[in-house]
């Protein structure tokens, strides 16, 4: 079989790290090796992840890997790992997110039926304050070729992700620039060329609705996004059709932080002039409205 990593970045979240480990090594598949990344957690909590991860790794007789770095966000934890791993398979799981015990299994089970496949992920479970939520029909994950479903929203969880190494370092891996949308950026660089299957069956737990979570930290996430599609149309890898609805959805979004910055009595230029760099997607292309 082939061999498999799996990295779980935290930050001042020993009581989710708990969980989220004891659901790793819950795994059927129990070949994976495991590395924790602490991004820098403070003092008290600092402790008591190196603790817990000790704790751990004497009750399971498994060696668990321990890294500390000093804080500087989830891409940057997320890419230290993989340069400190070895699996031929990459897998990530969110400190604040539980795995089912095949989850692991299923994954590597398709990669071997499917040797020519770069990337899967599977269905998920929303959990939001301790209560079962369904996803709404624009978060429903698509498969295949998901690139143009993908620019409205990120469509690909890192929780649910199971990739291989070379197609990792190959995009680039997590872009360290970006404090949030950076998995957004990358599963849109990835599907630019790789088609994203989907193992149709929920194998993870997706907590949300607590406070520390990146989504609630920033106004207006579609600002990083804006990064992310800038990158991806400067890139040259796109078709034709690729760049119509990444124009497309550029002008969108700017359009909408726009409107959003004038109602707060902030300038809207940055965005009218970022439509401008970018002209004649709407006029051109037609709109994805």
């Known amino acids: ?31 994976s090796e495991i590395l924790v990344v602490d991004d820098g957690s403070t003092n008290a909590a600092r402790d008591a992840t190196r603790q817990l991860v000790d704790e751990y790794a004497r009750a399971q ?14 891409s ?39 040797p020519p496949a770069q990337i899967c992920q599977t269905q998920e479970t929303w959990i939001r304050h301790g209560v079962r939520v369904n996803p709404r029909k624009k978060h ?20 649910a ?25 990358l599963w849109l660089r990835i599907s630019v060329h790789e088609p994203v299957s989907l193992i149709d069956i929920p194998l993870v737990l997706k907590r949300g609705g607590h406070t520390d979570q990146l989504s609630r930290q920033f106004w207006g996430m579609d600002r990083f996004r804006l990064i992310a599609l800038r990158k991806i149309l400067d890139s040259g890898h796109l078709s034709l059709q690729q760049r119509r609805a990444t124009l497309a959805m ?4 700017c359009r909408i932080l726009a409107n959003g910055a004038r109602k707060r ?3 809207a230029e940055p965005y009218l002039a970022l439509m401008a760099r970018y002209p004649h997607a709407q006029e051109a292309y037609g709109d994805t409205e």
């Open 1 to 31: 079989m082939p061999s498999v990593s799996t990295i779980i970045p935290t930050y001042n979240r020993p009581t989710f790290l708990r969980e989220a480990l004891a659901s790793v090594l819950a795994q059927t598949y129990q070949e």
């Open 250 to 253: 550029l002008h969108k979004k």
């Open 140 to 159: 429903r994950k698509p498969y295949g070729d998901i690139f143009v479903q993908s620019l409205a929203d990120c469509l690909v969880s890192p929780s």
């Open 76 to 114: 940057a934890a997320r890419n230290r790992g993989v340069a400190a791993s070895q699996g031929e398979l990459l897998a990530f799981l969110d400190s604040d997110d539980i795995w089912q015990p095949e989850k692991l299994a299923h994954q590597i089970t398709f990669f071997e039926s499917q």
């Open 265 to 267: 009595g902030k300038s």
């Open 161 to 185: 992700v199971m990739l291989r190494r070379e197609l990792f370092e190959r995009v680039g891996g997590f872009d360290e620039q970006l404090p949030a949308c950076e998995d957004y950026d």
């Open 61 to 74: 007789s498994r060696p668990i890997r321990y890294l500390f770095q000093p804080h500087r966000g989830v």
